[in-house]
């Protein structure tokens, strides 16, 4: 629930070639890992939507502990929740759910974001102020409050969590098309291409909008972050994903009535969270090197 | 100055316009309660008076109870703020001092971890570990349930300090020992943060001239760190301090459900599970006006600290 840039931004100017950016990425070890980690993720959260896991509740298998503890069994590698589901089964289930969902609402805030973004930068004067005080609006409201306000308007379910994270994300993407298109629109390829006789449209689209989409891809990888931490916030809170839904948030709520005999059941899905979210933000790191190695040659 | 003053009033004049926009539909999705046929100017000229109008479940004006439960809320953020500071300045400040060290690495990635983490299952780690398992603290509330402190501030560090009960320093140590979890899960991500940005901007003043010029004039390291390099990157942070309101705003909200802790983000869930619009829409406009309001002052200060600002924000202002 941050809304801050972590990363200082810049335009990519000029084209060094995929190996040289690869060379800089992967100088940090943990931008590869988190990199990895994120594939392993996506390819998972992938292959449970068409696995049907038979993860029936049963009493018999009620809160058993993980594997590598003394009575845990193999049979159930995570151990088991209080009415005896199979905890790793449920987080490869909750994986499109909390994983899922996110990406689906960042790319919406990124669609609609750049798109009043681009209208805002190419008008200019009245209409960038009213865009860009509507978001200050927006932005102004900390991110949970926006989530209740939309919960209060339309109800919870994961699907309106997910309406709420985009509008949470949105102004963002719209300041930094904005702010981006502006500064390349004061440089010197944007005149040649004027003295070219290129139209504003094509200018703005064909020769401004390829370096500002260095920046956004970074502000993605944060949104994207950031969207999965609300998410499962808002499926903890109630809010967002209902109870029996597999939503790590949601998983989390449910296993706070037993954390007092069965910790390893609250500790499981943050952990697939932080997990996420950290390799996430370490791919973000590795990003933000090329591009600010790209501003400094 | 004058310009930017009143462009600044302005905007907060629009804002809350649009707040009040979105808090008396709030009002009106509430289908059930017939109670609600306000047009917008009724509500808004009642608000004028100052009737948030009444709670349809406690019976009491919402007002009243907003103001109940925000002395809670302001000294866990304040104390959380507080401790996010002194724990996130200094080690910004080291890392970049030991630029491209080992200390640098790992307090880069204990910050990361920290920024990464969703704080309410971090909470729920400090309550596992710290308060059931070693039993160091307790699990949730403001004070034991035995001490009988009077109300007088709200804050309830100053209340059991200030009571005349013979118990008070008794009832002021379980306040702390209240307080210990729930400061610590709420400053967790702004000192990340704090921690992150100061180590960007130290690295970015330490690259400046005039850096340079003492270094080339012989001032050691800790003049050069502390007096010329904090002293200039705290000019780019309070700036980016406006932005944590809303983080603590939201980091609150789940801390204070989390614990317990009776303060404005577990009174605003509350009237929302209890579908008490009326409570929810006067949080709403209330919360969402501080934090506009806070932040346009933050903004003002940081355009009165550094004129350079200026120029940089009129690029997508217009």
């Known amino acids: 629930m941050v809304s801050v840039q972590l990363y200082s931004q810049s335009s990519a100017q000029e084209n060094s070639g995929l190996q040289s950016r690869w060379a800089i990425f992967s100088s940090k070890s943990s931008a590869v890992l988190g990199l990895l980690i994120l594939c392993i993720i996506f390819i998972l959260s992938l292959s449970s939507l068409f696995i049907d896991s038979s993860n029936t509740n049963s009493l018999s298998t009620q809160l058993i502990p993980p594997s590598w503890h003394e009575q845990g069994t193999s049979e159930h590698l995570l151990g088991t929740d209080l009415l005896g589901r199979d905890i790793f089964s449920r987080l490869l289930e909750g994986a499109p759910l909390t994983f899922g969902i996110s990406l689906l609402s960042v790319t919406f805030a990124l669609l609609v974001g750049v798109g009043l973004g681009l209208v805002a930068a190419f008008y200019r004067k009245h209409v960038q102020l009213a865009v860009m005080r509507s978001m200050d609006i927006i932005f102004a409201i900390p991110s949970l409050v926006l989530a209740i306000i939309v919960v209060s308007i339309l109800g919870p379910g994961l699907v309106n969590a997910g309406l709420a994270v985009a509008i949470v994300l949105l102004p963002n993407f719209v300041r930094t098309t904005i702010s981006h298109v502006i500064e390349e629109m004061n440089k010197a390829y944007v005149d040649a291409a004027k003295l070219d006789g290129a139209t504003p449209s094509r200018i703005l689209l064909k020769s401004v909008f390829p370096n500002v989409a260095a920046p956004l891809t970074l502000q993605t990888t944060i949104a994207l972050s950031t969207a999965i931490v609300d998410i499962a916030a808002l499926g903890f809170l109630g809010l967002g994903a209902q109870a029996p839904q597999p939503e790590w948030g949601a998983m989390l709520a449910e296993a706070r009535t037993s954390m007092h005999i069965a910790p390893w059941v609250v500790t499981l899905p943050g952990l697939a969270i932080l997990i996420t979210v950290l390799s996430i933000n370490f791919f973000g790191d590795g990003l933000n090197r090329i591009i600010n190695n790209k501003m400094r040659h | ?318």
């Not at chain 2, 917008?40 to 109870?65: C, H, M, R």
């Not at chain 2, 809320?73 to 959380?80: A, Q, T």
């Open chain 2, 1 to 318: 100055m004058i310009k930017l003053i009143f462009r600044q009033i302005f905007f907060v004049l629009v804002s809350f316009t649009g707040v009040t926009l979105i808090s008396y539909m709030v009002l009106n999705s509430a289908d059930h309660g017939a109670n609600t046929s306000l047009s917008y100017w009724q509500y808004i000229s009642n608000i004028f008076k100052g009737d948030f109008g009444t709670s349809l479940v406690t019976a009491e004006p919402t007002i009243n109870s907003f103001l109940l439960h925000l002395p809670a809320s302001l000294e866990l953020v304040l104390l959380s703020s507080i401790l996010a500071l002194l724990v996130g300045l200094p080690l910004g400040v080291i890392a970049a001092k030991y630029h491209r060290t080992p200390i640098d690495t790992i307090i880069n990635n204990i910050s990361i971890t920290a920024y990464s983490m969703p704080i309410f299952w971090w909470a729920i780690l400090l309550i596992v570990y710290i308060a059931i398992e070693f039993q160091l603290t307790p699990v949730a509330g403001r004070l034991n349930f035995i001490y009988d402190i009077e109300p007088v501030t709200g804050f309830m560090l100053i209340d059991t300090f200030i009571s005349d009960q013979s118990y008070r320093m008794e009832a002021f140590f379980d306040a702390i020992n209240h307080l210990i979890l729930p400061v610590i899960t709420l400053a967790t991500l702004p000192a990340a943060i704090i921690c992150r940005m100061t180590r960007q901007t130290m690295l970015t003043t330490l690259n400046a001239d005039y850096i340079k010029t003492a270094q080339a004039k012989g001032l050691n390291g800790f003049g050069i760190y502390w007096i010329h390099g904090l002293r200039n990157a705290l000019i780019p942070l309070t700036n980016m301090l406006g932005l944590q309101v809303s983080t603590l705003m939201t980091g609150a909200i789940l801390t204070e459900y989390i614990f317990s802790w009776p303060g404005i983000g577990k009174w605003l869930l509350d009237a929302l599970s209890q579908t008490d619009y009326q409570a929810l829409s006067t949080g709403i406009l209330i919360t969402t006006s501080m934090v506009i309001l806070i932040n346009a002052v933050i903004e003002l200060l940081g355009f009165w600290l550094n004129p350079q600002t200026k120029s940089s924000k009129r690029i997508y202002h217009g």
